[in-house]
Nanobody, 126 residues
Framework: QAQLVESGGGKVQPGGSLRLSCLVS????????YGWFRQAPGKEREGVSFMSSSDSSTWYADSVKGRFTISRDNAKNTVFLQMNSLKPEDTGVYYC???????????????????WGQGTQVTVSS
C-alpha cells in the first residue's frame, strides 16, 4: 500500500531553517514526480517544489527559489525539503505528494497528484 509520512515541521523564527522529510513506501517501479505543497489558512494549496525520479529535474515556486532545496535519498526512500531563510509567509501546512508517470517536472497543480501525506505544520513567527 502506497504511503507517505512527513516529519520535521515546527515553529521557527524568521530567518531560521527547517528540514522536512517524507518517507515514501509501497510504490511499484515507475516514473514519479515527488512534490511538496503548502496550504496557508484560507488559501489554496500551492506547489512549492517538485523533483523527478527519472532525471532528477527540479522545479521551484518563485517565492522559494534560492531558499528551498528539494532532494532525495534513494537508500532511505525519503524526500527532503530544506527550507532556509524562512519568512512568515512560508507558514502553512506542508504536504508531501507523489504523481505517477512523470519523467521530468515543471509547474504542476495539486489535482494532478494522486498520493498525499498527512501534512506537517510549519510556523514562521517571532
Amino acid at each position: 500500500q502506497a504511503q507517505l509520512v512527513e516529519s520535521g515541521g515546527g515553529k521557527v523564527q524568521p530567518g531560521g531553517s527547517l528540514r522536512l522529510s517524507c518517507l515514501v513506501s509501497g510504490f511499484s517501479p515507475d516514473y514519479y514526480a515527488y512534490g511538496w505543497f503548502r496550504q496557508a489558512p484560507g488559501k489554496e494549496r500551492e506547489g512549492v517544489s517538485f523533483m523527478s525520479s527519472s532525471d532528477s529535474s527540479t522545479w521551484y515556486a518563485d517565492s522559494v527559489k534560492g531558499r528551498f532545496t528539494i532532494s532525495r535519498d534513494n537508500a532511505k526512500n525519503t524526500v527532503f525539503l530544506q527550507m532556509n531563510s524562512l519568512k512568515p509567509e512560508d507558514t502553512g501546512v506542508y504536504y508531501c505528494a507523489v504523481r505517477r508517470g512523470i519523467t521530468t517536472v515543471g509547474p504542476m497543480s495539486a489535482g494532478t497528484f494522486g498520493y498525499w501525506g498527512q501534512g506537517t505544520q510549519v510556523t514562521v513567527s517571532s
